[in-house]
Structures are given as structure tokens and as C-alpha cells.
């Protein structure tokens, strides 16, 4: 009895294993526009170099309708040629006074070359988050792009600050402190949010409506442990099958009870 409860067991733990790996695979295969801001005749915003040799930071905030994984952005951009440092998008909380925050959920890097090299902007271009920040509806975020090394990009606007009512255009220079100044107008932008991505896909009966990518150290934790639950799973699966291969090898007659 005690080799047929061991065998439901590790059937069992290979099926939650199994599982797990489907969930993982299936994030980001749909999709969802979140939302957008498609108004370009503003002003452009500049990011990284400028004419008076200042180096500049441009974010928009961003209230998402659905909660998931923030997988990709498209941005309004043009750039000077010649460009040879990437731009790095990231998302970011928004502190109370709505202007981005310091703290980072993501990153995203495009290439130089990935920019139209025509001054100004003039084309939507797709930036992909390897890892998405995990966003919940309602919840302000911050996207913010910089540039390094002497690089000037410039990303399009509307023409004033009202075009996007559930987010607001910054600007800072990146030196500390770093003080947000509002922009005259909003990125032109596509956010695309994975409703499938979510931060725990079986948070329990404990876990409150507002839990989500902030939720501090509490979550870490049980991130953590949960990944070492995991591991000790695996190892009692293969525990399992190597008594389930003593067990084909033993002769018949032996003297274990029933």
C-alpha cells in the first residue's frame, strides 16, 4: 500500500509540475491594445540629447483598463542621425503627487537602429519587455525613456495636454535629485497588455483585490517559497521513481506484506 500511495503521489506532483509548464508557455500569447494616444502635431518630446547639450528624460503616465502583464509599447519615435545608443524604456510606479516614480517594475532596450534616423518622429515603433511589469487596472504607471552616451531621440505629442485623460507628459534631467516638469503635450503611444500574465495564479483565500506588483516583501517571499516548494517536489518525484525502479527489479515472492 505504501508503493501504490508513493505512485498517486508523484502522479500527482507530475501533473501539478506539468501544469505549471503550460501556464508559463501560454503567457503573452494574447495580447490585448490597452491603451493609446495617436495625436502627433504637438511639439516633440526629446529624449537623451539636446541642443543645449543637456541630456533629457521623457515619461508619460499611463492608467491601464486591464490588469496583466505590460508586454510590449509602441512609441511615436524619430531620431538624429547618426544614433548609436539605445533607447531604455521602463516602467515605473507613480508616486501621489501623479509624477513618476523612482522604484523600477521593467525594462525594455531598443537599438538605435531600430529608430527611423529622420529628425523627427515618424513612426510607430514596437518595444518589447522581456520580462512584462505586472500592471492592475486603474493603477497608474510611468513609462520612461533615457538615453546615454550623447544620442538624440525625439518621441511625438499632441498638441496639448489634454489629449490623454488618464495620464499626464514629464520631463527631467537625469541628475539627483530628479525633479519631474509637466510636458505641453502627451506621447503618442500603444501600451499592449497580456490579461493571461498575472502575479500569482493561486494567490488563496488571504489575498486581498489590491494585491499586485507592489505588494513589498511579503510577496517576495512567498515567491521564494514557493520556488523552493517547487524544487522539493521535483526531488520527491525522482525519489519516487527510483524506489518505483528497485521495485520492477525485485523478484517475485519477496516478503513485503500486502
Known amino acids: 500500500m505504501t508503493h501504490v500511495r508513493r505512485r498517486l503521489t508523484a502522479a500527482t506532483a507530475l501533473t501539478v509540475l506539468t501544469a505549471g509548464v503550460v501556464l508559463a508557455h501560454s503567457a503573452g500569447a494574447a495580447e490585448t491594445l490597452d491603451?493609446?494616444?495617436?495625436?502627433?502635431?504637438?511639439?516633440p518630446a526629446s529624449i537623451?540629447?539636446?541642443?543645449?547639450?543637456?541630456?533629457?528624460?521623457?515619461?508619460?503616465t499611463v492608467t491601464p483598463a486591464v490588469s496583466g502583464g505590460l508586454v510590449r509599447v509602441e512609441l511615436f519615435l524619430g531620431g538624429q542621425a547618426p544614433n548609436n545608443d539605445p533607447v531604455k524604456l521602463e516602467v515605473r510606479?507613480?508616486?501621489?503627487?501623479?509624477?513618476?516614480?523612482?522604484?523600477?517594475l521593467a525594462t525594455a532596450v531598443?537599438?538605435?537602429?531600430?529608430?527611423?534616423?529622420t529628425g523627427d518622429p515618424s513612426a510607430f515603433v514596437s518595444i518589447s519587455f522581456p520580462a512584462p511589469a505586472l500592471l492592475v487596472a486603474e493603477t497608474p504607471y510611468a513609462l520612461v525613456a533615457s538615453s546615454e552616451g550623447g544620442s538624440a531621440y525625439a518621441v511625438g505629442q499632441s498638441p496639448n495636454s489634454t489629449a490623454y485623460a488618464r495620464g499626464q507628459g514629464w520631463?527631467?534631467?537625469?541628475?539627483?535629485?530628479?525633479?519631474?516638469?509637466p510636458l505641453s503635450g502627451d506621447w503618442a503611444f500603444k501600451t499592449y497588455v497580456d490579461p493571461s500574465v498575472?502575479?500569482?495564479?493561486?494567490?488563496?483565500?488571504?489575498?486581498?483585490?489590491d494585491a499586485g506588483p507592489d505588494a513589498g516583501p511579503d510577496a517576495e517571499a512567498a515567491a521564494e517559497a514557493g520556488?523552493?516548494?517547487?524544487?522539493?517536489?521535483?526531488?520527491?518525484?525522482?525519489?519516487?521513481?527510483?524506489d518505483q525502479g528497485h521495485e520492477r527489479q525485485r523478484p517475485p515472492g519477496g516478503d513485503e506484506g500486502p
Not at 520631463?171 to 516638469?181: H, R
Not at 520556488?227 to 527510483?242: D, I
Open 35 to 43: 491603451q493609446q494616444q495617436l495625436l502627433t502635431d504637438g511639439v
Open 48 to 60: 537623451g540629447l539636446v541642443g543645449s547639450g543637456a541630456t533629457i528624460i521623457s515619461a508619460q
Open 93 to 104: 510606479p507613480v508616486g501621489a503627487d501623479g509624477k513618476p516614480g523612482a522604484g523600477v
Open 110 to 117: 531598443l537599438p538605435a537602429d531600430s529608430v527611423p534616423a
Open 171 to 181: 520631463w527631467s534631467e537625469p541628475s539627483a535629485p530628479t525633479t519631474w516638469f
Open 198 to 209: 498575472h502575479p500569482d495564479p493561486d494567490p488563496g483565500p488571504d489575498a486581498g483585490p
Open 227 to 242: 520556488a523552493q516548494g517547487e524544487l522539493r517536489l521535483l526531488g520527491f518525484v525522482e525519489e519516487v521513481q527510483r
